[in-house]
């Protein structure tokens, strides 16, 4: 079998396995709300020691509430790609937390991912409304200091929307290996309020007013302006954790979860009001063809070997986060150090493409027939799960 024939059944195997997680995770996948008993008990539970929980998984008994929030939504993500089958769930609305997308991906393709902050509810007023007309007619890429940055991400003020699940501590711990196994991420118990009606057309309210339960989540936020991000247990994090867009996969892995969880419409409306991470140049295009002609191998190759170095509760050794922590730093110095200077903004999109725009000249169109062969291969590594794994 020639080369091409080879890769092309690589890709349709690949194809074939993504169509099956999707089937699998919509196969079912509206659990029930959780008992009234459960919720109640919530209130005595306390936080984890996450590396001690993988550790005795085996003796825990109790079941445990999670809260989910930005690509965990996605039944292809939580239930197809991790194969966690939560028990119950429910809907609720946290105000000591908020949604950040702080996590650094990778340039041109995936800048960055969702995570959560902490919200102080009296000193997170809600935003004025603006006008709908001048809202519709406000350009898809506006000007960075418009629109908070240019893509909307600040203007939710009612707290973090997601989703309670209950799920077995063997899920638990799962899921607290594919989130980079413990290495950056603390467990936290957080107040949630499930909503007073599940009619999605309701408003969510500026204060809930149900009785609030606890939920545990992953919490591993970023080190406030200004201060250093610790040496030791700390995660990486860009010197502006504000600036990066996500790229317009990611978003839609969210907002096809809101939908699927059929999270509040008010909601819904805000995640598709953020604007993604778009090429608008030709030295943009370039450089992403460049930059992950380089770097995504390497990456693909870490992610790929990282299977067979995890122990049985599904964490990776030392050595290999260590390794693993530096090439990641090793891309991001790269791009701040040559890519950025030389093929523009791998983080931001540059509005109407600058002085650079993508047109159909012979530059815009070579760059667009490489980026798409590059689009098409075969290697095709989940960037967030890969990203998670390379946090120290």
């Known amino acids: 079998m020639t080369t091409s024939a080879t890769s092309r059944a690589t890709a349709a195997a690949s194809e074939l396995q993504r169509v099956y997680r999707r089937r699998r995770a919509h196969a079912g996948s509206k659990a029930p709300r959780p008992s009234n008993a459960r919720l109640v008990q919530s209130i005595r539970d306390t936080p984890y020691d996450v590396q001690d929980y993988i550790e005795t998984v085996d003796s825990k008994q109790d079941t445990v509430l999670y809260l989910a929030y930005g690509s965990n939504l996605s039944n292809e993500t939580f239930r197809g790609n991790r194969g966690i089958k939560p028990l119950s769930q429910v809907n609720v609305q946290v105000p000591s937390l908020r949604l950040t997308f702080d996590l650094p991906g990778v340039p041109y393709s995936e800048p960055c991912f969702a995570n959560s902050g902490s919200r102080d509810p009296h000193n997170d007023p809600p935003k004025q409304q603006q006008d709908v007309t001048a809202s519709e007619k406000t350009p898809l890429l506006g000007h960075a200091e418009q629109n908070n940055g240019g893509y909307n991400k600040d203007n939710w003020h009612k707290g973090l929307i997601g989703v309670v699940y209950e799920v077995t501590p063997k899920d638990y711990a799962h899921i607290i290996a594919t989130e980079g196994g413990g290495s950056s991420y603390h467990d936290i118990l957080v107040d949630c309020h499930a909503f007073a009606s ?31 991000p610790p040496k030791d247990g700390g995660r990486f994090q860009r010197p502006d954790t504000s600036y990066a867009q996500p790229s317009a996969r990611y978003l839609k892995l969210i907002t096809d979860g809101a939908d699927e969880c059929e999270l509040p419409n008010e909601y819904r409306d805000y995640l598709h009001s953020i604007h993604p991470y778009t090429l608008t140049s030709s030295k943009q ?23 067979m170095f995890l122990d049985d509760e599904g964490r990776q050794p030392q050595w290999l986060r260590e390794f693993s922590g530096a090439i990641f730093k090793a891309v991001w110095a790269s791009y701040d150090n040559f890519f950025k200077p030389m093929f523009a903004d791998g983080e931001r999109s540059i509005p109407d493409g600058g002085n650079d725009a993508v047109d159909d000249n012979d530059a815009g169109k070579v760059s667009r027939h490489m980026t798409s062969r590059l689009s098409r291969s075969p290697i095709e590594p989940d960037i967030e799960k890969a990203e998670m794994q390379l946090r120290v």
Request: glycine share 4%; net charge negative; hydrophobic share 45%.
């Open 198 to 228: 599940d009619d999605p057309s309701e408003p969510v309210p500026q204060n809930p007013t149900t009785p609030p339960f606890k939920a545990h989540t992953l919490f591993a936020p970023a080190s406030p302006p200004g201060v250093d």
């Open 285 to 307: 295009r370039l450089g992403q063809f460049i930059f992950l002609t380089l770097w995504l191998p390497i990456v693909s190759f870490i992610f790929l070997m990282s299977p």
